[in-house]
Antibody, heavy 120, light 108 residues
Framework: QMHLVESGGGVVQPGGSLRLSCAAS????????MNWVRQAPGKGLEWVAL????????YYGDSVKGRFTISRDNSKNTVLLQMNGLRPEDTAVYYC?????????????WGPGTLVTVPS | SYVLTQTPSVSVAPGKTARITCDGN??????VHWYQQRPGQAPVLVIS???DRPSGIPERFSASNSQNTATLTITRVEAGDEADYYC???????????FGGGTKLTVL
């Protein structure tokens, strides 16, 4: 059974940094693209970043480009999100999410999420 | 950037049919996916590639996509269907995944 478990969330001051980690199990991690999607309190879903199965391609949402970096370690079945220059508007639950196949495919499995809080 | 527009809320009585729409320019040329998010839970994929139902999703859930509107239809609505529903596409012009703003389905 597929499992995605995020960790690394917490409270960080504006301008600070945080690194989120996602541990994957139950599927062939190294053949699927992985994403981070976030949800601010009481708000909708916002796609943050995507990394291809081999890490060669990375895409970012406009609000985080230049501040966040997605990476993966296929030997450890983990995907990371390095967040720098954090702002209050980055406060959200961050979900680690698996691609079904390609960039046009759906997001077929979601972790439970980890909360990041940047106080204003 | 590409924008998907959803009606913020839809209300329906139990046993009736709910229709949730997602508007976007030339939507018919894109693959649309739908997610259900119950309160306090992570989203779950309920429809993929415009109209495919993943394993475990009831047949009461169906969807279509044409021209500028995609529609999620839930027949014989149950109390357990009360949730937020999001549409999503890949925008190839910006290389972004895009979500609609979400529709809150209330079962009366």
């Amino acid at each position: 059974q597929m499992h995605l478990v995020e960790s690394g969330g917490g409270v960080v001051q504006p301008g600070g940094s945080l690194r989120l980690s996602c541990a994957a199990s139950g599927f062939m991690f190294n053949i699927f693209g992985m994403n981070w999607v976030r949800q601010a309190p009481g708000k909708g879903l916002e796609w943050v970043a995507l990394i291809s199965y081999d890490g060669s391609e990375k895409y970012y949402g406009d609000s985080v480009k230049g501040r966040f970096t997605i990476s993966r370690d296929n030997s450890k079945n983990t995907v990371l999100l390095q967040m720098n220059g954090l702002r209050p508007e980055d406060t959200a639950v961050y979900y680690c999410v698996k691609d079904l196949a390609t960039v046009t495919s759906p997001l077929d499995h979601w972790g439970p999420g980890t909360l990041v809080t940047v106080p204003s | 950037s590409y924008v998907l527009t959803q009606t913020p809320s839809v209300s329906v009585a139990p046993g009736k049919t709910a229709r949730i729409t997602c508007d976007g320019n030339n939507m018919g040329s894109k693959s649309v996916h739908w997610y259900q998010q119950r309160p306090g839970q992570a989203p779950v994929l309920v429809i993929s590639y415009d109209s495919d139902r993943p394993s475990g999703i009831p047949e009461r859930f169906s969807a279509s996509n044409s021209q500028n509107t995609a529609t999620l239809t839930i027949t014989r609505v149950e109390a357990g269907d009360e949730a937020d529903y999001y549409c999503q596409v890949w925008d190839s012009s910006s290389d972004h995944r895009v979500f609609g703003g979400g529709t809150k389905l209330t079962v009366l």
